[in-house]
Antibody, heavy 124, light 113 residues
Framework: EVQLVQSGAEVKKPGATVVISCKVS????????MHWLQQAPGKGLEWMGS????????RYAQKFWGRVTITADTSTHTAYIDLSRLRSEDTAVYYC?????????????????WGQGTLVTVSS | DIVMTQSPDSLTVSLGERATINCKSS????????????LAWYQQKPGQPPKLLVY???TREYGVPDRFSGSGSGTDFTLTISSLQAEDVAVYYC?????????FGQGTKVEVK
């Protein structure tokens, strides 16, 4: 069974950095890019970026460029997202997601597998 | 960036009736190389991650009831729920996966009348 299990909720002060993890099981971690998405309260989904665990290559959305770092640890089958210089607008649920369907293109997939989400609250 | 625009923002439908959600992309998501539309639909219920319903604009994900169907090509797409059930109350999103940044519509909230 495929599982993407994310770390727990975080409360951070403005200006701080948050690190969220996504531990996977049930598939070959290095075969598929891991993507991260943001969903602010009551809002839609926004793609933040992705990492290819095979070679560490990353892609980021321009909106988050310079504040986000996505990495993958192949020894623990875990992907991470670091978001720095937090501000109140970063209060959101963050999801890791991937596309395991063999028809999906790993770097630009449709997402058939999702983590449960991690709520990050930024408040002074 | 490809902008995805859904309509309507919300929809109230009686049980057993048809619900239709539209999605328009700011540029074509049809790849001429394989004649496929890089368009997916998701359903999201409160407190849950999105669930994939349809990909390639019209291919239903395994296990998704056949009352859900997708259609369209190029820049204009539709998700249809042929006979709304109580468990279909949710927010629905379209997504293009033609190019990065991957982008989503703003969502359509479906409620029961």
């Amino acid at each position: 069974e495929v599982q993407l299990v994310q770390s727990g909720a975080e409360v951070k002060k403005p200006g701080a950095t948050v690190v969220i993890s996504c531990k996977v099981s049930g598939y070959t971690f290095t075969d598929y890019c891991m993507h991260w998405l943001q969903q602010a309260p009551g809002k839609g989904l926004e793609w933040m970026g992705s990492v290819d665990p095979k070679d560490g290559e990353t892609r980021y959305a321009q909106k988050f460029w310079g504040r986000v770092t996505i990495t993958a640890d192949t020894s623990t089958h875990t992907a991470y997202i670091d978001l720095s210089r937090l501000r109140s607008e970063d209060t959101a649920v963050y999801y890791c997601a991937t596309g395991l369907n063999r028809e999906a293109t790993t770097r630009t997939p449709f997402f058939d597998s999702w983590g449960q989400g991690t709520l990050v609250t930024v408040s002074s | 960036d490809i902008v995805m625009t859904q309509s309507p923002d919300s929809l109230t439908v009686s049980l057993g009736e048809r619900a239709t959600i539209n999605c328009k992309s700011s540029q074509s998501v049809l790849h001429t190389s394989n004649s496929k539309n890089y368009l997916a639909w998701y359903q999201q219920k409160p407190g849950q991650p999105p669930k994939l319903l349809v990909y390639w604009a019209s291919t239903r994900e395994y296990g998704v009831p056949d009352r859900f169907s997708g259609s369209g090509s190029g820049t204009d797409f539709t998700l249809t729920i042929s006979s709304l059930q109580a468990e279909d109350v949710a927010v629905y999103y379209c997504q293009q996966y033609c190019t990065t940044p991957l982008t989503f519509g703003q969502g359509t909230k479906v409620e029961v009348k």
